[in-house]
T-cell receptor
Framework: DTGVSQDPRHKITKRGQNVTFRCDPISEHNRLYWYRQTLGQGPEFLTYFQNEAQLEKSRLLSDRFSAERPKGSFSTLEIQRTEQGDSAMYLC???????????FGPGTRLTVT | QKEVEQNSGPLSVPEGAIASLNCTYSDRGSQSFFWYRQYSGKSPELIMSIYSNGDKEDGRFTAQLNKASQYVSLLIRDSQPSDSATYLCAVMLSFGNEKLTFGTGTRLTIIP
């Protein structure tokens, strides 16, 4: 039983560039979540999907951020025109939907220079 | 008032002793409560979930929930150096609300 996987694990980009992250949830988990964590803080919720439907988006998710889960399996998070304030760990989690327990992937650490 | 509050620590505990971590939350409608362990540079790892008032034990870990006092705690018995990490309290604020709201975490150091 493999856990949540995320790719890439690290990304360094220049301000103004677009970046895309991928998350593969635990097999048969129909709920997928994106969080962002900065140093010294707990993760902050960004958005979540039930199957392919995006059911909630945080106000933290500006127009530069978009997330998709086209076939209800993997998900992508894209950030357009990156800013230095976007530097953070981007975490993906999944759950079965029958319990509230969310399991996190290893995260993608984004550095915007 | 923050939605989920934890003492940031650091909390230092001798090896073999009991470590006690505390968390308070503001939304009385909160239904689900979780403790995650996060090692430096790593992602959060779920160690306990609790939904009902009282205690829930799993190995060396005991979670305690008191909804009337809006308080959840984690006890770690026989603390080991490998328990040194940041412990995050997470709350699912209201029934049907899927997102977790986290505290800022308590940094725990076990002293050999």
């Amino acid at each position: 039983d493999t856990g949540v996987s995320q790719d890439p694990r690290h990304k360094i980009t220049k301000r103004g560039q677009n970046v895309t992250f991928r998350c593969d949830p635990i097999s048969e988990h129909n709920r997928l979540y994106w969080y962002r964590q900065t140093l010294g803080q707990g993760p902050e919720f960004l958005t979540y999907f039930q199957n392919e439907a995006q059911l909630e988006k945080s106000r933290l998710l500006s127009d530069r951020f978009s997330a998709e889960r086209p076939k209800g399996s993997f998900s992508t998070l894209e950030i357009q025109r990156t800013e230095q304030g976007d530097s953070a760990m981007y975490l993906c989690a999944s759950s079965t939907g029958t319990t509230d327990e969310q399991y996190f992937g290893p995260g993608t650490r984004l550095t915007v220079t | 008032q923050k939605e989920v509050e934890q003492n940031s620590g650091p909390l230092s505990v001798p090896e073999g002793a009991i470590a006690s971590l505390n968390c308070t939350y503001s939304d009385r409608g909160s239904q689900s409560f979780f403790w995650y362990r996060q090692y430096s540079g790593k992602s959060p790892e779920l160690i306990m979930s609790i939904y009902s008032n009282g205690d829930k034990e799993d190995g060396r870990f005991t979670a305690q929930l008191n909804k009337a006092s809006q308080y959840v705690s984690l006890l770690i018995r026989d603390s080991q150096p490998s328990d040194s990490a940041t412990y995050l309290c997470a709350v699912m604020l209201s029934f049907g609300n899927e997102k977790l709201t986290f505290g800022t975490g308590t940094r725990l150091t076990i002293i050999p």
